[in-house]
């Protein structure tokens, strides 16, 4: 019952993984052998004359004879499921690109990645206006039909994934095995995301989230996706890679610009000097993505909403604005920050979400 979880190729890209769990293996494997099987079945003089390391043949032979039953076990207890790149399921977007994972391993609903897939990333420090955007834009694609790929880093992945949540699907790729959360910090959303969305690594169980994991992690967030939309990235920031491997992969990336002294954006805005498309308004997702925007007619003509679109505003400035008591105003802004129109910078600012 459990083998019936696997296909043949699956299996075949488990033995290599088990022994050569490094990517840059794997693709070497991929750049010589049409299969895994291929390159199993292979002697070792073909294996020499295509350039295979002398101390790596111990491997292989151990290799050739892994019984993959004690893992396949060990994947179901974990509730884990394997995908390889020979599975017809496997996201042909990511299969496109020049590296792209042998295997992976996922829990939950890996339908999402047959969907419409929108990747969105950002940096761990960020603004409230950032996580407040990334979060809307997450949730206005996800109620579209649109599976919403992040990272699950804190910051502007995490406020991406819950804003998804809330309306529809998303899938977070991992730096680490499936079987740990990281950070710590996220493990109620990691459970969230995996009940009712997915969860991607190429990592084997037990992996911990060393360093020279997540450019590996990245490749696949970005190659997921026709569509890369960074939100608030700083110059040496994660996001910035992600964004690099977007456009070498021939991904469209669209940035969210900031201030010209705004530490948290200057990712963005360098990123839009290189030629990415420039995202200053919600109404513009309608040019990339086949969506409906549902609008609060009656907050667009409201002239308070005005007042704030103009600039992000301190309580004392709005005050001093509408000339209104303090008890009138606090219960006009709580009103609006429970519909989602507006919300408050690190600087206790209020602004307009869309």
Known sequence: MIVKQFTSQGLMWLKIKKYFPQPKVAQWIMDNFNSAEAFLGSPKTELTKKGWPD????KFFAAKKFNENHFIAQLDNKNLRLMCIEDEHYP???KAIKDPPASFFYRGN???LGQKIVSIVGSRKCSERGKSLASKISRILAENGYT????LANGIDSAAHIGALETGQT???LGCGLDMCYPVSNKHLFNRIANAGCL???FFWGEKPLKHHFP?????ISGLSSYLIVIEAGQKSGAMITANLALEQGREVLAIPGGPFDSYSKGCNQLIKDGAFLLDDIEELKHFFDVELKRNTEAANDPFIE???QKPRTLEELSQLTKSSSPKLLAKITELEIQKIISRDENNRFFVLS
């Open 55 to 58: 101390p790596l043949l111990g």
């Open 216 to 220: 590996y992690r990245n490749r696949i």
């Open 200 to 202: 991607v690594s190429e």
């Open 171 to 173: 899938t977070a790729v």
């Open 110 to 112: 890996i339908a999402n």
């Open 148 to 151: 919403v790929v992040s990272g």
């Open 307 to 309: 007042m704030i679109k």
């Open 92 to 94: 042909l977007l990511l």
